[in-house]
């Protein structure tokens, strides 16, 4: 039994008051943690009062403005040099946070009416995934997940949080979203367990897979039937890919809006970012989103802050400012539609060469609708040998996922470049089909 600090019992306390389904699924660690009254709380107190002096901030002032090198202000004269080179706060600049979830509303219709917490801004989505393993996941708990994922999943979940990771065939028979091996391994390892931790990804890394409507209703039913037995479900939604969608059978929004309020069991989580929706990989600006409302929130927000604090201390108020100021342009709208049309022109192209005739013998294509990504099945050749070879012999780099399966990342070729991509692919692979 650990023995936990006064401060961490009455925190925990509050927050089983307000959100019993997020006291009983709080790791060791999520227990444990809370935040200090010290530095930070007087930090706070001071900006508040200190009406003459404030000699309780670390940073620098000059001239009444944050302390900074004209050699590197030259680059963002415009911005404020408070919006560049202070700390943002913990969980973020709340005009960023407030934009977010105002954007999250518009855009997930199945959100409306429903009480859901203000995003709390991360060092990229990373870091998101990090924090819910922190606050959430012990060496004994049982992540579900599908056998086609994102490699970093692994590292975060098994490698660090040490979890119990089990899998279900991505695809069915007929190559659409295996619903049925998702419901039947739920129901399955809920019988032998209180907790079960859930992760999705749509539009999915590695397939380019989006789900329909029809598969989005027997996933939340399935999680609706697991949690009226009992079982306390922790639903993680990956939603690094969400808006870039490339045809009409694709759910034109998150799962989450689904989840949110769905029992009394279920607590989903929504991740996402500005890494992939706002074509700004390096910012490292991602969203931590709880299907909580503020009241229900805001002591299990406070485990968010003292985590930070122990971590990364907050995410760069540069890429925030950045972030924001990009999604008040009067442009905003218009160059991202710009953009996507450039990512979606080159998935269908992607999906007639993939699947021409003359490739039949070769590979299957799975089915793909979306995102950044499709994988090819290679029939003969091994997928780590055709990797090789292509960059060997073309110079041409994709990624090998187990013994068939080869990942191409169609975002960084331009339209022209795909059909010389593809015959490459059909080269090495016909190379090593002799061979065998």
Known sequence: METL????????????????????????LGTRIYLPKGILSQSAEAAQRANRFNASRAIALENGEVMHLPSSHQFVPEIDPSRVYGYAPALGQMGLRLRWKARLEAENPSLKGK?????????????????????????DDTLVMPDKIWGNY??????????????YPFYNTVRQFNTTGFRD??????????????????????????????????????????????CRLLVVVDDAYFGLWYDDSALRESIFGWLVDTHPNVLPVKIDGATK?????????????????????????????ALIRANTSGASQLSQTLILEAMDSPQYTLEKNQKYEILKNRALRVRTVAAHKQYAHLWDVYPFNAGYFMCLRLKFAKAETVRQRLLDDYGIGVISIGESDLRVAFSCIEISEIDEVFHAIAQAAMREKRKN
């Open 277 to 305: 929706e706002e074509y700004a990989w390096g910012l490292r600006i991602g969203f931590l989103t709880f299907g909580l409302d503020g009241e229900l929130m805001k002591w299990l927000e406070e485990k968010v802050t």
């Open 115 to 139: 009480g859901f917490s203000l995003p709390i801004v991360t060092c990229g989505l990373t870091h998101g995934f990090s924090l819910i393993g922190d606050l959430f996941v012990n060496s």
């Open 5 to 28: 600090t006064r401060f961490a019992v009455e925190l925990n306390e509050k927050i089983r008051l307000a959100t019993p389904i997020a006291a009983d699924l709080l790791s060791s």
């Open 154 to 167: 692994r590292l975060i979940f098994q490698t660090k949080c040490r979890a119990n990771i089990q899998t």
């Open 185 to 230: 391994t739920l129901i399955e390892i809920s019988r032998t367990t209180g907790k079960l931790i859930v992760l999705l990804n749509f539009p999915h890394n590695p397939t380019g897979y989006a789900i329909t409507a029809e598969e989005a209703a027997e996933m939340t039913q399935a999680i609706n039937q697991v949690a009226a037995s009992g």
